[in-house]
Nanobody, 116 residues
């Protein structure tokens, strides 16, 4: 079992920045990839960014050049640095961890609102 706890959401003006954190605990040795997803009202959940245990990263086209995913293995934490935020980035952001056994774990979600 893997437990994920997110933090760092909030209200920010367009053009502003936020950093989300996702702390993992439990069977973290089994994690192969961690990612951030988001879900806006009335829309499907979508992948924002992901990082593998080997450090490979990928991003949704809509956030490339603005968002950066990183990890601190000593703290078992994954971060999502979000810069140049736009109103369309408003959503609930979820942390996800997937294991090599294809088990999926989700955090509780954190709200990000971009509005003036």
């Amino acid at each position: 079992q893997v437990q994920l706890v997110e933090s760092g959401g909030g209200l920010v003006q367009p053009g502003g920045s936020l950093r989300l954190s996702c702390a993992a605990s439990g069977s973290i040795f089994s994690i192969y990839i961690m990612g951030w997803y988001r879900q806006a009202p009335g829309k499907q959940r979508e992948l924002v960014a992901a990082i593998t245990s080997g450090g490979r990263k990928n991003y949704a086209d809509s956030v490339k050049g603005r968002f950066t995913i990183s990890s601190d293995n000593a703290k078992n934490t994954v971060y999502l640095q979000m810069n140049s935020l736009k109103p369309e980035d408003t959503a609930v952001y979820y942390c996800n961890a997937a294991t090599k056994a294809e088990d999926d774990y989700w955090g509780q979600g954190t709200q990000v609102t971009v509005s003036s």
